[in-house]
């Protein structure tokens, strides 16, 4: 149950894969190198390896436990979290403004992987907190950002995010909790909030919570929402903590996977808030956390598939079973058998294309930060806007398909719980669904990113992906046959992408909500093996002495899994259709 982390894969896809050097030339990030960022993953590969990885097996079979409106974090947890905080790790892609390191956001992502991976149900605590602090810091008064910014950056202090409520889930419309103002600026908070995910614990200091409510005279709907700040203890004039704020948790969910996180539902009884935003508009401020949430649960999926990978490549190199055809010895490794090979090299790289996807969103948010232009500005935030549902879906759904393979892998070993498959595969599973399930990353890729501009910039990365063309001719002579592979691979994902759009743009809401998660899924597959195959040829170009491997693991992605997009168009052509002819009565029975 050791990890290992792929350090040299990510730096690889971070020098080759997204336009790092973009980055890097900025005066935002001058001052950050190569060498720093290698050393950056170094560290978080150590700290992820040595003090988090070791607790991911005592988390999941002791959970936190509940205990006079208390919570106390698995054993190792508080002494970890310490750790974690006075490392910095929470810092590390923070705003400089605010105390943070300021490092760009893609070097967070590669370093986040590794914690998630190690002990996921931990890193829960430090993203959540990281998604509260860009909240706060984007929508907040002055006087709130003075008060809990400064301990939220460094950790010492975490924050939580409060919108779920028994009858309000996915559609938060029907929140009932309520905000009555005091009359001196604050609001009395009441009501029930479930799936609280770190909603208390003994890890922080105090933990911030983030909470949707309604004022008395909201409008009814998501358009009555109002966020408010509630901490766990109130803070003094002199920044010391005071009293316990009127808000406890009163249940811990039993749950399938990530038994180390505590998912709490909490019970707020007149506690005292401050509203950050405008009043009616908390639903838009929170959005400014669940976005970058939305990108971590898709690295989240990574991290947990990569973890299930490793399992399940020691466990292929170790058992020995049976006589691998061609050899003549009676018992080899399992390794040996092709379609273990097959299984172990299709976890890989569909676990590097959807890290690809990952990267490639952090960046372009990065770039749009450090850009001067204002078309540049906007072009980027666009393009982070359009890549998140992509990326939450992808990365989440292909943790959860890699995990499955790790199990199988491990044949019946992968089925009771000794080997720790089992837990990666319960692990995952969360992944899909909090956040914004992946049917709504779906629907919001084709309702909000596609249908409102036009398609416009879904058709400026289809360019993006046609123009690697580019990088696969400059190294063809390197790549030798596989030039011709990459060539055709791109010219048909672009073509299935931009065929695809077209349909979509061109179907009424119930066809295009029908086939909404084909098309998210055909975009990202061929999306996935470009950014492979970009970061193949860059590296090709650059002399990396790892650009060899890189390509044939593009290669494999060209050939195994691009080529799925063409059954997702299939489906995406046929519409509504075959998911609706059949009787809705008859679903139980033929």
Partial sequence: MTYSAPVNAMHYLLRHAVDMDVILESAQHSEVSHDLISDILSGAASFSEEVLAPLNWGGDQNPATLDNASVTASPGFKDAYQAFVEAGWQTLSMPESIGGIGLPQVVSVAANEMIYASNMAFGLCPMLTSSAVKAIDAH???SLKATYLEKMVTGHWSGAMCLTEPQAGSDLGPVRTKAEPLGDGTYAISGQKIYITWGDHDCAENIIHLVLARLPDAPEGSKGISLFLCPKYFVEEDGTLGARNAFKPIGLEHKLGIHGSPTCVMEFDGAKGWMIGEPNRGLSCMFTMMNEARLFVGVQGVAIGDRAYQAALNYARERVQGRVSGEAEKNAPIIGHPDVRRMLIDMKAHLMGARAICMATAAAGDIALISEDPDAVKAHHVREALLTPIAKSYGSDAGVSVASTGVQVHGGMG???????????????????????????????VGRKLKRDGGAAMQALIADIRAISKNVQASSGALGEKADVFEKAIANGAGLMTAAMDILLSMDDKGALSVATDYLNLCADILGGALLIKAACNGLLSNDPLAPNMTALASYHAISIMPRASARFEAIQAGSAPIFDFPVDRLADL
Avoid at 425 to 445: C, V
């Fill in 140 to 142: 907040a008064s002055a």
């Fill in 415 to 445: 089925f009771v719980e000794e080997t720790g498959a089992a837990q990666h595969y319960r692990d995952s599973r969360i992944a899909p669904i909090y956040e914004g399930t992946n049917g709504i990353q779906a629907i919001d890729l």
